[in-house]
């Protein structure tokens, strides 16, 4: 061949990828709906995809530069999505016209811990959500109580051991170990004694937890090409996380041989629900016969999976979060140590269900805290069909994700002024209530929302009582003076663990 070639050939070929990698830009232009100028391959989402930042800080800046839009056009990666801006147009596919919304549009292979509550969608989710909204019934969960305060016991001594000779402490670390020990006795029903790295589980939960939360790329791959991973059957856990909770789960069922323990933890109800076999609540019309999931091995491996990596490290890092506010806001923490000694006096030390949930303050100081630093993001749904975005003329269509920012929203001066202070006081139950409903969604919103979020406040909220019962929080010299987050974890977690001192009270 010719040399002279070479460099045309070059030439030919980078065009023809910039064209491949720009080829959908113009698709929310010719559609009159405006948005951040994408660029090759990232489109707007290139710091996240980069690692220099959280998408949850991305898609909140992009919310923050169109203050006067209802919608905003944006591509993830080159792919075409809805930012929803509006509360009210949010309301409309979030709840109201929820059916042609349900769907999260991240489904894998069913293989694979896939046929998840968070993962699965269509006919396999109604199904799911509907079997397993039962175990989270307050009822439910007030038998499930003791377990948590033991292990919120057994968490203050690990604490009064950790913080005799050194007062400054990585909270993160340190509450992920509470959180590790409640999910393996409720979702696992397994018991640690030992919340050291000693323990071999917590060694495990721990490398799981790495290799789950940590983000590669393909999570970027499947912005790319939606559903590829279900066309591949390709799994999104490593086999070794697979093998763990399939063999979690027959090791549990079989120490209670297929039968509710009268532990009453998850696994209780979840053996409990298998007894039941029709359900005709899940009929939708006579000809219906969609009655039936078999709970199988794989149903209850998956749904173990989903709440030890929704719950757990969720909730760890909203009490990192609590204790970092606490610390640089103390008459705020005075005041809650204050309820927490009422309370306790009260009830001489007692922790129910109902007593938790009627601590007025600490309801306000941890909704505050998920005002501040919501960390599941963004929220997204899948149109089902072609959908007319009401009171516009733009058209979602079939197959197409809406994006939400609850950052952007919940920092938006238009719903919280001085959006960047921390006060508990925005919760008080009128201000809260003249509020639009979708103003405040750290746990989503509709029919889809967190199945878990009774439990995640019961289970975080133990845990502040216990530990405020005996500590204060301080600044120390390391603690950061402004928030930064991890770019390359899945949700939004403090990049350096949140350095604190913890210091006895009294
Ligand atoms: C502070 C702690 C938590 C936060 C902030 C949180 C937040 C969220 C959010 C934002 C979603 C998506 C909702 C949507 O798309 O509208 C979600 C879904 C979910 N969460 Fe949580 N969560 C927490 C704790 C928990 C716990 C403790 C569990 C279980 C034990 C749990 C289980 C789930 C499940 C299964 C889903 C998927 C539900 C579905 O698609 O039907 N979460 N969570
Ligand atoms: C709580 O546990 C008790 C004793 O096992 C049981 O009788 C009761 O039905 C449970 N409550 C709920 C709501 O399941
Ligand atoms: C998907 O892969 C699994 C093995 O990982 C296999 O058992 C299953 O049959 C595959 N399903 C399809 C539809 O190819
Ligand atoms: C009943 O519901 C099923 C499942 O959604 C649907 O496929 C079917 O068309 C419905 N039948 C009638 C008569 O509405």
Not at 393 to 409: A, C, F
Request: with cysteine.
């Amino acid at each position: 061949m010719e040399p002279m070639y070479i460099p045309l050939i070059l030439i030919v070929l980078l065009y023809s990828l910039y064209y491949y990698f720009t080829r959908t830009f113009n698709y929310w232009k010719d559609r009159g709906v405006v948005g951040p100028e994408p660029v090759p391959l990232f489109g707007n989402i290139k710091r996240a995809a980069l690692r220099y930042e959280n998408v949850g800080e991305t898609m909140a800046n992009i919310y923050h530069q169109y203050p006067d839009e209802k919608v905003v056009g944006v591509f993830r990666m080159t792919t075409p999505n809805l930012l929803l801006r509006d509360l009210e147009i949010i309301k409309h596919i979030m709840i109201k016209d929820f059916d042609e919304f349900s769907d999260r549009g991240v489904e894998y292979s069913t293989d694979g811990l896939g046929k998840n509550l968070f993962h699965a969608d269509s006919e396999t989710w109604r199904i799911l959500r509907n079997r397993f909204t039962p175990i989270f019934t307050s009822g439910k969960l007030k038998n499930m109580t003791y377990l948590l305060t033991e292990r919120g016991n057994r968490f203050i001594k690990y604490v009064e051991t950790i913080t005799r000779n050194q007062k400054e402490h990585r909270i993160h670390t340190l509450v992920q170990r509470y959180t590790m020990s409640t999910i393996a006795a409720c979702a696992f029903g397994i018991d640690i004694d030992d919340i050291t790295d000693n323990n071999p589980l917590i060694k495990t939960l721990h490398k799981i937890d790495r290799d789950v939360f940590t983000l590669n790329f393909a999570l970027e791959l499947d912005m790319m090409y939606p559903g590829l991973f279900k066309k591949l059957n390709l799994s999104i856990f490593p086999k070794y996380v697979n093998d763990f909770f399939h063999d979690l789960t027959r090791t549990v069922t079989n120490e209670r041989q297929g039968k509710p323990s009268g532990r009453r933890d998850f696994m209780d109800l979840i053996l409990e629900i298998r007894e039941q076999k029709e359900l005709p609540s899940l009929k939708r019309n006579e000809s219906d016969d969609q009655t039936h999931l078999e709970i199988s091995e794989s149903i209850i491996a998956a749904q173990s999976a989903v709440f030890f990596a929704a719950g757990y490290e969720t909730s760890a890092t909203t009490m990192s979060y609590l204790l970092y506010l606490l610390a640089k806001n103390p008459h705020i923490q005075e005041k809650l140590h204050e309820e927490i000694d009422k309370t306790l006096e009260n009830h001489d030390g007692e922790l129910t269900y109902d007593i938790v949930n009627n601590m007025p303050y600490l309801g306000k100081v941890f909704d505050e805290t998920l005002r501040l630093f919501p960390l599941a993001e963004p929220l997204q749904r899948n149109a089902k069909s072609d959908y007319k975005i009401p009171g516009t003329d733009i058209v979602v269509k079939k197959n197409q994700m809406v994006l939400i920012s609850p950052r952007g929203i919940h920092h938006d001066p238009k719903y919280y002024p001085n959006p960047e202070v921390f006060d508990p006081e925005r919760f008080n139950p009128e201000i809260a209530a003249a509020r639009h409903p979708c103003a405040y969604m750290p746990f989503g919103v509709g029919p889809r929302n967190c199945i878990g979020m009774r439990f995640a406040k019961l289970q975080s909220r133990i845990c502040i009582i216990k530990l405020l019962s005996q500590f204060r929080v301080e600044p120390s010299e390391n603690t950061l003076k402004e928030m930064k987050f991890d770019p390359k974890r899945i949700v939004l977690s403090p990049s350096d663990g949140i350095l604190l001192n913890i210091v006895r009270r009294k």
